[in-house]
């Protein structure tokens, strides 16, 4: 089977699941917050990927005080801060972010500068000079609001971008800004992503002379 090939001019990364595996922190986290509230944490982690932590509480606890919810908010993005242990490169994801280091590209991530500079450093990858946390948007994932400001900083058009992404809520972001999605890991293949990958080991970056960007996906490594 023939490696897809995506063209782009900019590429705009998601972090967690995507560049970074923090998903036992994540889930660590969550249950404590999900116990805490009298909710069912597997219930809790269908919902928690992708989005900032205020949105996921007002899934689960529609009739919440949205104050309440910022407040929790701020008080488990410290606690995610302080909690490295088992976060973790995803596969290939030295490499990808090597290839990419001269090219137009951005971190849009759900966790604050805090957080994702931590989870970065504990997996030992750059961290991108331009990038959208959640300090920067006014609404979480899936509005594409994350996204559109990613493309708008590095000065190209939404059909110019290229998003990676591994969860739902991200990955509907992604098409309501009207971008194609590469989707990374589990979660994302049964999203109906433009490609799909297992990790980033997947993945060869060819810099085109035309300043584009060609994304070559190896279908052949791909697991049903």
């Known amino acids: 089977m023939p490696a897809t ?94 290839a990419i280091a001269a090219l137009p590209h951005a971190l849009v991530t759900s966790a604050d500068e805090a957080l994702a500079r931590a989870r970065m450093t504990a997996s030992g990858l750059r961290m991108p000079e331009v990038r959208v946390t959640a300090e920067n948007v006014g609404a979480s994932k899936p509005d594409p609001e994350g996204f559109l400001k990613g493309a708008a900083e590095l000065g190209f058009a939404a059909s110019d971008c290229v998003v990676f992404e591994d969860s739902e809520a991200g990955i509907a972001a992604a098409r309501a800004a009207g971008m194609r999605v590469v989707g990374v890991g589990p979660r994302a293949g049964a999203l109906a992503p433009d490609a799909h990958v297992e990790d980033l080991t997947q993945v060869r970056v060819e810099a085109a002379s035309d300043g584009s960007i060609r994304l070559h996906i190896d279908a052949r490594q791909q697991h049903s």
């Open 5 to 98: 090939v995506l063209t782009a001019r900019a590429l705009l990364l998601d972090m967690d699941g995507t560049l970074v595996n923090s998903d036992a922190v994540v889930e660590r986290c969550w249950r404590r917050w999900a116990l805490r509230e009298g909710l069912d944490p597997e219930a809790a982690l269908e919902v928690v990927h992708g989005r900032q932590g205020y949105a996921t509480m007002a899934v689960l606890l529609p009739d919440r005080p949205m104050e309440q919810n910022h407040a929790d908010n701020r008080a488990m993005l410290a606690e995610e801060t302080a909690d490295t242990d088992g976060v973790v490169p995803i596969g290939g994801a030295h490499a990808f972010m090597d």
